[in-house]
């Protein structure tokens, strides 16, 4: 009996069929997660490059348009339409707009005010149109959904409960005369 087996292990043990498959097996789920990671990452980069790009460019647009004081609406929009790629953007957007003293930066507070679409409307925390020569920050807190939020980088983002992470935005600009 002992002969036997050990006659049937000695041929399993010669045997190759099938080494590859494992290999692959291996290979693969490691290659398949490195790129996963990789495409959750260039989006991420991608989403916070096109709303920077957003903010920038509404900036430049309240920054010299003299004599009119945009909404938050109008200038959630302006960003909105600039930044093609964010997902619902016009619910999942949240600015704060204050006027900061230029030797004491200390006008808005650390945390940004964020807020996506499936949570209850609150008032926006702060949003003022600035004056003549006003040193202004303004802050835009977009919510998204991760594209694979089951893979390595998707698990680590900071979540809320309904699985929304979020991309912070600041700029500061001078208010040109009017």
Do not use: W
Request: aromatic share 6%; proline share 4%.
């Amino acid at each position: 009996m002992i002969a036997c087996i050990t006659k049937h292990l000695a041929r399993f043990r010669r045997d190759e069929d099938g080494n590859s498959t494992v290999e692959f097996a291996l290979y693969f789920t490691v290659f398949f997660l490195i790129l996963a990671a990789g495409v959750e990452i260039a989006y991420i980069n991608l989403r916070h490059a096109m709303l920077e790009r957003g903010v920038d460019l509404a900036t430049r647009e309240i920054r010299l348009s003299t004599g009119h004081v945009p909404s938050y609406t109008d200038v959630r929009g302006m960003i909105c339409s600039k930044a093609a790629v964010l997902d619902d953007c016009e619910s999942n957007l949240r600015l704060e707009m204050v006027q900061v003293a230029p030797r004491d930066l200390s006008g808005a507070p650390n945390d940004a005010d964020c807020q996506n679409a499936a949570q209850d409307p609150r008032p926006v925390r702060n949003f003022v149109a600035g004056q003549d020569n006003d040193l202004m920050l303004i802050r835009a807190c977009l919510k998204y959904k991760p594209m694979l939020p089951t893979t390595s980088i998707g698990k680590e983002l900071n979540k809320d409960a309904e699985g929304y992470a979020q991309i912070v935005v600041t700029s500061a600009f001078v208010q040109e005369p009017r």
